[in-house]
Antibody, heavy 123, light 107 residues
Framework: EVQLVESGGGLVQSGGSLRLSCAAS????????MIWVRQAPGKGLEWVSY????????YYADSVRGRFSISRDNARTSLYLQLNSLEVEDTAVYYC????????????????WGQGTLVTVSS | EIVMTQSPATLSVSPGERVTLSCRAS??????LAWYQQNPGQAPRLLIY???NRATDIPARFSGSGSGTEFSLTISSLQSEDFAVYFC?????????FGGGTKVEIK
């Protein structure tokens, strides 16, 4: 059974830092690209960052580039998101999401989502 | 960035009715379009990928169609568990972008 379990959220002051973790199990972690998606309270979904299976390719949303850093440890089957210089606008539930495709030419399918971890940034 | 626009924002329907949700992209995304369902307090669930492919274990009453800039999600006969918020998402280009969502509520 595929499982994604996020942790590391909490309350932090503006300008502070947090490190989110996502423990993956039930699938060959290194074979899958991963993303982080966030959702502010009562709002829609916003893609935050992407990392390839090997970790060699990384992308960020403009809103977090230069402040957030994505990484992965395939040996530990874990995904990470380092959040620095946090702003009130970063308050959201952060989801760890798997891209379920296994062949480069096939459609992406973000098929498994963790339960999310809440990050609250106070002023 | 590709802007995704969903309509309507809210849809009031009765159980058993057929409903169609719309999603428009600001430029062509071919068929690189997904639909998600989200219930309160839960993570989104993938319903449709590649514009028209049902994800694993998704009931046949859910169907997706469209290509280019115009897409739709149809639920053939609404069940009680289908009252939720639905999001479309394009993955044609980075950044990935989502529509603002359509809330399907009980009439």
């Amino acid at each position: 059974e595929v499982q994604l379990v996020e942790s590391g959220g909490g309350l932090v002051q503006s300008g502070g830092s947090l490190r989110l973790s996502c423990a993956a199990s039930g699938f060959t972690f290194s074979g899958h690209e991963m993303i982080w998606v966030r959702q502010a309270p009562g709002k829609g979904l916003e893609w935050v960052s992407y990392i390839s299976g090997s970790g060699s390719d990384i992308y960020y949303a403009d809103s977090v580039r230069g402040r957030f850093s994505i990484s992965r440890d395939n040996a530990r089957t874990s995904l990470y998101l380092q959040l620095n210089s946090l702003e009130v606008e970063d308050t959201a539930v952060y989801y760890c999401v798997r891209d379920g495709r296994t062949e480069r030419g096939s459609y992406r399918r973000f098929d498994f989502w963790g339960q999310g971890t809440l990050v609250t940034v106070s002023s | 960035e590709i802007v995704m626009t969903q309509s309507p924002a809210t849809l009031s329907v009765s159980p058993g009715e057929r409903v169609t949700l719309s999603c428009r992209a600001s430029q062509s995304v071919a068929t690189n379009l997904a639909w998600y369902q989200q219930n309160p307090g839960q993570a989104p669930r993938l319903l449709i990928y590649g514009a028209s492919n049902r994800a694993t274990d998704i009931p046949a009453r859910f169907s997706g169609s469209g290509s280019g800039t115009e897409f739709s999600l149809t639920i053939s006969s609404l069940q009680s568990e289908d009252f939720a918020v639905y999001f479309c998402q394009q993955h044609q280009k980075w950044p990935l972008t989502f529509g603002g969502g359509t809330k399907v509520e009980i009439k």
